[in-house]
């Protein structure tokens, strides 16, 4: 699977782009102090108590506050759309589900998340003042987003339809993979998205990680895309490292 870049000039996504990662969190301020040590974030107030994480400047991810104890602690990726509600639409006719109906963030424009065939979450995202990641592919930011489905197949009918310019697209270049669960999870992990990170040296970062708190969950291991290793941090949320 591949995305369209956008172009950097414009500063905005095509449909089916990953374009934004943030990260539900029970202690925000110990969110805050793991990943601006981790990656080098600064932060800044964002809407409704959540807080934008910036590296150099600019945008790369937020964090917000958990307030639903019996939902997930997780990094859920999200995906550019001109319109949230057609494609939601879209998502139901092909076997999928919208798990959160189209949410207006204030003028930051409008949040969905939604479920594959499989369960697997991802969000959506319609922009209006924020169009997503101000930079990207660089040490510290968004590198790639990994789907882990049972059925691949299913993956790529469901995928392969909703986001066809973005990944079979002339200027087409790769940012979202799928794999089976099962090449780097034990078989019992449901279906799901992994946001990684980028970094230029991925051992200290991982030690890193075991001071601040988090752990590793797989070790490091070799894809088409980078070496990679997954980790979570010092409150349970899952994400991998990649070092191209």
């Known amino acids: 699977m591949a995305e369209n870049r956008a172009s950097a000039e414009e500063n905005t996504y095509g449909e089916g782009v990953p374009c934004w990662v943030d990260a539900q969190l029970p202690d925000l301020a110990a969110g805050r102090r793991f ?88 969000g959506l995202w319609q922009a209006a003042r924020h169009s997503g990641f101000g930079t990207r592919h660089k040490p510290g930011t968004f590198g790639w987003a990994e789907l882990y489905a049972r059925d691949t197949e299913t993956a790529n009918t469901f995928y392969g339809g909703l986001f066809t310019d973005a990944l079979f697209g002339p200027d087409a270049a790769p940012d979202f993979g799928r794999a089976p669960v099962s090449d780097v999870f034990p078989v019992e992990m449901p279906p799901h998205f992994l946001v990684h990170f980028r970094v230029e040296d991925i051992e200290p970062v991982l030690g890193a990680v075991h001071r601040l708190g988090g752990r590793v969950q797989v070790p490091l291991f070799e894809t088409s895309y980078g070496k990679v290793a997954v980790v979570t941090d010092n409150q349970g949320a899952s994400f991998a490292l990649l070092q191209r």
């Open 35 to 122: 990943y601006g040590e981790l990656f080098g974030w600064t932060f800044e107030e964002a809407y409704g108590g959540s807080v934008w994480a910036r590296k150099d400047g600019e945008a790369v991810a937020g964090l917000a506050h958990k307030a639903d104890g019996r939902m997930p602690t997780v990094w859920t990726v999200y995906f550019a759309t001109p319109d949230v509600v057609r494609l939601s639409g879209r998502i139901r006719e092909a076997g999928g589900q919208v798990v959160m109906a189209p949410v207006a963030l204030g003028e930051l424009g409008t949040a969905v998340l939604a479920a594959d065939p499989e369960g697997a979450v991802f």
